[in-house]
Structure formats: structure tokens, C-alpha cells
């Protein structure tokens, strides 16, 4: 079994920053991608930032240059780093891991979820 558990979210006024952190436990062997999503109300699940194992990323359109994405593997934990923050990013943030289990067996992983609301 493997768990991952998010913090960091918040309201925050806009212009403002919020980090959020996952971290994963359990039975893993190694993991090739991290990645962070959001949905908002009445809106379909969107990928945010990803980052695989060789640390390359990859950013929604609507977040470049605001939004950095990283991940510490010896602590099997994935960091999203969102600065500029406006009110279109209001919206619960899930943290997704591909995993390579103990067993050898590769699944995704989703995070609880946790609440970025940017409100003035």
C-alpha cells in the first residue's frame, strides 16, 4: 500500500504565494513521475506541473513563469511553488505519483486533495 498526504493550501489574496507539499509512504520501490492537478468547481481535473525522475517538468499554459514544480526523492516528496497567484486558481490541488511498488507492481497514486482559494 502506498499513501500520499498533501499540506500547505489555504486562502491567500491575490498576488499572494502558497506551497504545497506530498509526500508518499508505504511499499515503494521507486517512483517515475510526480505531478500536481486541480480541479475547479464545475470544471474537469487538469494537470498543473509534472516532474519525472530525471527531473525534467512540464507546466500548464496558465501557469508558466508563476508555478515551479520539485521534488525531493529521498524523502519521496513533490513541492509546487505557486507565486502571482490569481483568483482562476482557486480550486482543490490532488498530488499523483506513478509508482513502482515493493512488489513490482506500477500504479498511480492520489492525494487527498487540498483546498487553494485566492480571494481578496
Known amino acids: 500500500q502506498v499513501e500520499l498526504v498533501e499540506s500547505g493550501g489555504g486562502l491567500v489574496q491575490p498576488g499572494g504565494s502558497l506551497r504545497l507539499s506530498c509526500a508518499a509512504s508505504?511499499?515503494?520501490?521507486?517512483?517515475?513521475?510526480m505531478g500536481w492537478y486541480r480541479q475547479a468547481p464545475g470544471k474537469q481535473r487538469e494537470l498543473v506541473a509534472i516532474?519525472?525522475?530525471?527531473?525534467?517538468?512540464n507546466y500548464a499554459d496558465s501557469v508558466k513563469g508563476r508555478f515551479t514544480i520539485s521534488r525531493d526523492n529521498a524523502k519521496n516528496t513533490v513541492y509546487l511553488q505557486m507565486n502571482s497567484l490569481k483568483p482562476e486558481d482557486t480550486a482543490v490541488y490532488y498530488c499523483?505519483?506513478?509508482?513502482?511498488?515493493?512488489?513490482?507492481?506500477?500504479?498511480?497514486?492520489w492525494g487527498q486533495g487540498t483546498q487553494v482559494t485566492v480571494s481578496s
Open positions: 499523483n505519483f506513478a509508482v513502482v511498488t515493493t512488489y513490482f507492481s506500477e500504479n498511480d497514486y
Open positions: 508505504g511499499s515503494i520501490f521507486s517512483i517515475s513521475a
Open positions: 516532474i519525472i525522475s530525471g527531473g525534467s517538468t
